[in-house]
């Protein structure tokens, strides 16, 4: 199932490419970095615990999980009204119906430049209008997305709390935002709120508890020494990935970045580093 949002950082590459990191095996899925959630539509689990503390994300989500008939309505209708000006208008509302807060997130999300989102000190999204004007997508199933995510909890909240409730045998997949650069893959932040070094260490930290209560955990991030040395001692292993960023204004500066990726049980297959 395509995902409904674009997201920087999205994993979409990930589960053309390396699906087979995935267990196969798992009882609940827990994503504490929903995002656009490319993992989850792809495993379409039957369980699921899903967060992100970004509150326009997790409103589109929501929104889609409880009136997805409603939802369409209302993207088809900022279709057809779809201008610059109206780009605008959207973009400086602040709608109080969970509804129309999801839509909103949706049509700025496919109209605004690049996908990005990013917001200015007061917290107001301020990505300006793309060149993209189609808001209603010929691949759009919100009917079955929501069909989906009714078998999900969705949540605002801290990925640690999210993380901590992982028992045995779940499956943990942490995407958290890259805060380290490597070779030219510094991964950029639209968000207010930096991702820190406190947190990476928070998370790997929490990552590790989960996985001594038998949890299953994989784990996306920035492919460097010293996050490695995060969870090189605490039996996790390590796979380097490729993936080509397009999240760049110019086509020349956009590259193939390596990632690594962190898992708590080595697929068949694959070597231990």
Same mark, same amino acid.
């Given at each position: ?41 792809? #495993? ?12 326009? #994300? ?5 929104? #889609? ?34 509804? /129309? ?6 049509? =700025? ?15 107001k999204f ?29 949540? =605002? ?17 942490? /995407? ?27 998370l790997a ?20 020494? $010293?996050?490695?040395? =995060? ?16 999240? $760049? ?16 049980? #080595? ?7």
């Amino acid at each position: 199932m395509t995902p409904f949002l674009k997201w920087a950082g999205g994993k979409r590459w990930f589960i053309q490419r390396y699906s087979d990191l995935l267990p196969h095996k798992y009882n609940r899925y827990i994503e504490p970095f929903l995002g656009g959630g490319s993992v989850f539509f792809y #495993l379409k689990p039957k369980d699921a615990l899903l967060g992100d503390i970004n509150p326009d #994300l997790i409103a589109a989500y929501q929104g #889609l999980q409880k009136e997805w008939s409603r939802l369409q309505s209302q993207l088809e209708d900022h279709q057809q009204k779809h201008s610059d000006a109206y780009y605008y208008s959207v973009r400086n509302e602040s709608p109080a119906d969970p509804i /129309d807060r999801a839509a909103r997130m949706i049509y =700025l999300n496919r109209t605004c430049f690049n996908g990005i989102y990013r917001v200015n000190r007061q917290g107001k999204f301020n990505v300006p209008r793309g060149s993209k004007n189609t808001v209603v997508l010929e691949n759009d199933n919100f009917e079955e997305a929501a069909r989906l995510l009714g078998k999900a909890q969705i949540r =605002l909240v801290d990925f640690e709390k999210l993380i901590n409730e992982a028992g045995k045998n779940d499956l943990v997949f942490a /995407d958290p935002p890259y805060t380290v650069r490597h070779n030219f893959n510094g991964f950029i932040k639209y968000n207010e709120k930096l991702f820190s070094w406190g947190d990476q260490e928070r998370l790997a930290h929490s990552l590790f508890k989960a996985r001594k209560r038998g949890a299953k955990i994989v784990c996306t991030n920035a492919n460097h020494a $010293s996050v490695r040395e =995060l969870y090189e001692d605490c039996g996790f292993h390590f796979i380097d990935v490729s993936r080509f960023s397009s999240i $760049s204004a110019s086509i020349k500066s956009r590259k193939q970045f390596e990632e690594l990726v962190i898992v708590s049980h #080595l697929p068949k297959g694959e070597k231990k580093k």
